[in-house]
């Protein structure tokens, strides 16, 4: 008898981020491939960081039209879409509820099932579809986290993190504080490659932990006293990224994982970057960061994980679909992993 | 002979006037600023020597040290023959178990008794050696204060290490820790350090409610 195989057609999982300062829409499909990503970001007047009633306006304002463009990317309908991805957290309150709302009435005019995603495991999972890691120890660095997480028996299990702010809180915070635009990284890091001369500053790990706060402080009170912006980014960078190096070598070494993945919007740090894959020679493992275009928030690691979850059977009721501004990483059960 | 490659040193297996000794070495690390670098391997290496010996005088069992080098950053140690408390807490009986964490939270009160942080506690850096006598090890982090702040978070890396690498057995373990340490170090004070603990955790991104 001949066994003639079906190509059985792919999933398609239409995912919305809406967490901080960007929203965006995406369409992946179970191959991976990802057939629009169209993202718009809030941006704060210098001086100032995100407003999250504000941040939720912008998207409320400018949503129709990168679905506009999402629709107009597209040579499918929307109802060739399996499902309705969306970011149910952590995030900011106002716009969480901003891009939930939109989701749920996706949901309901397509009649498709609404997948609620945690942001974080968005930015791991889109990162290991990208750059082809299977069990990594995760570096997550990025506005809302600072993590260095492994995998085990279904969840994702944090090894270490910040005990304070996050690496792009100090980036962010520090770049409104020396009215530099919003957000900070960028800016910072084309700073700090200009400087030469290193100021010393605070370097506090703990174990596999780090505590930014300090160095928060210590780095603004450098500028105030004089010392040039360039030598006080280029100082405060080797330092903060130092102190994560350390941890991550460290949670390295205790894990006996055989790949280091970074992801999350401060991935694009080249500095970062190098630090990271100099470890990861070190130990004869393999470092993968996530592509530039990834590592920022973006609606195609919520449709990613979406098609991941939808196909593990996670859906939920639109009138159960509350979004949960604290949710930890470790708390999230991953059943396709 | 290099025995192990840590994350801050190397572990070198040699023999020194005929006994067995670790030379643990605080190699550069390329990924750091020289200026960062040095300064870090150097009080490191200062710091641990200093603090091995004073655990060791508190009565927690650290490793003898025959030779530090600061400049050239290195410690040559007593060879503790044992096993890692990482590779066999969770294959021990329950029973077993808790005894085991029962006596390392001894040791951790022990420590903090006499003033001394320990700054990296998980299950890698202990050594279940012979005549089941617990070895601390790695002191690179160690510190000497008294403040609840720094012991609640010694107990709370303590905590994230059983629950990141035997969450099969972090409830028991923990609860057994904080028994041991609280035979050492009073009611009152164990209570204040748990507390914080708690608070630590709260502090952290996106807990609490």
Redesign the interface.
Known sequence: MIHQSIPEKPLICLGIESTAHTVGVALVSSKGEILTNVNAAYTAPIGQGIHPREAAQHHCEVIPTVLRRVIDNLDIGLDAVDCIAFSSGPGLGPVLRTGATFARALALWLEKPLVPIHHAIGHIEIACLMTGAEDPLVLLVSGGHTSIAAFGDWFWRIYGETEDITLGNLLDVFAREAGLSFPGGAVIENLAKKGKNYIDLPYVVKGNDVSYSGLLTAALKRLEEGHAIEDVCFSMQEIAFSMLTEATERALVHTERKEVLVTGGVAANERLKNMIVSISRDHGVEAYVVPKEYSGDNGAQIAWTGILAFQSGIRVDVDKSFVKPKWRLDQVRIPWR | MLMK????ANLYLEDWYGLKVIKKVRVP?????S??DNE?RRSRTVHEAQIMSDAKRAGVPTPIIYLIDVKRTFIVMEYVQGQRV?EILNLLSSKDRKTLCRRIGMLIGQLHEEGIIH????T?NMILGQNEKIFFIDFG?AEHSVEIEKRG?DIH?MK??L???H??HAKECFTSIIAGYTIKVTNKKAEEVVKRVRE?IQ???????
């Open positions: 490659k840590g994350a801050e690390k390329p990924y750091r600023l200026q960062i870090i990482k700054g990296d506690l998980t890698s982090l978070v890396l994230r290490a629950e990141s690498t969450y099969p630590i502090r952290g991104r996106y807990s609490g409610t």
